[in-house]
């Protein structure tokens, strides 16, 4: 029999915590009945298995075509995704011994959605919203994985030695090295292009791209 002691119960600010909202958030949903409660000597009480019930059913549907992580996969101890020098090194320094592969962003996505890798690095930009790598992994991933804000960084254009440009435009029909497609830095120049009224087409776009950061 299960009581109000049994762990198979939550307070109103485990509940917050776990959904990352503050406890006065959690009075609102179980006084709209949004969420499923029970009341007992005037203290709200949640049932574990009735909220991860309700947390399932809130997830919004996957766009079609979008891989779907199998169920009861073992995940690798892989981390794919961006290639990002810092990561690199702190894998190795780390000595944790987990395996990198690292291709680009949306291939990481990729990996992590399927069950082949356990963790990704990305640095994906939602055009529509100017955030970055919310939209995408929530579009990609199921709801029991957390998206961590590790490190920052500061991107533009590598130029010949002196070489000055104050704007896209000015380096139209120059040589260009691009990253492969799906690489972040790739999908943030496109996106940069469109707002300047160019594209890819625009440059002599040397024939290889450059498959990491060191490249």
């Not at 503050?22 to 949004?34: F, I, P, T």
């Not at 199998?70 to 810092?86: F, N, Q, Y």
């Not at 991107?155 to 030695?161: F, Q, S, T, V």
Request: net charge neutral; charged share 25%; aromatic share 4%.
């Amino acid at each position: 029999m299960t009581t109000l002691e049994d762990p198979g119960f939550l307070t109103t600010r485990e509940v917050a915590a776990l959904l990352r909202v503050k406890q006065r958030r959690v009075y609102d949903l179980a006084a709209s009945g949004e969420i499923p409660h029970t009341k007992a000597t005037g203290k709200l009480l949640f049932q574990r298995a009735d909220i991860d019930a309700w947390l399932s059913a809130q997830q919004a549907p996957r766009p079609p075509g979008q891989p779907q992580a199998p169920v009861g996969v073992t995940r690798p101890e892989v981390i794919a995704g961006s290639h990002d020098p810092l990561l690199d090194w702190a894998l190795r320094a780390s000595g944790a011994r987990i395996a990198n592969l690292f291709d680009s962003s949306l291939d990481g996505l990729e990996e992590v959605a399927t069950g082949r890798a356990a963790a990704c690095g990305l640095h994906l930009l939602d055009a529509a919203t100017g955030e970055w790598n919310i939209g995408p992994v929530a579009t990609r991933l199921p709801r029991d994985f957390v998206l961590i804000s590790w490190a920052r960084r500061a991107r533009g254009l590598l130029l010949a030695p002196g070489r000055e440009v104050k704007s896209l435009a000015a380096l139209a029909g120059r040589r260009l090295v691009c990253r492969q497609p799906g690489a972040g830095a790739q999908i943030h120049l496109e996106s940069e292009l469109a707002r300047a009224g160019l594209a890819l087409t625009d440059f002599a776009c040397l024939p290889e791209p450059a498959r990491s950061e060191a490249e």
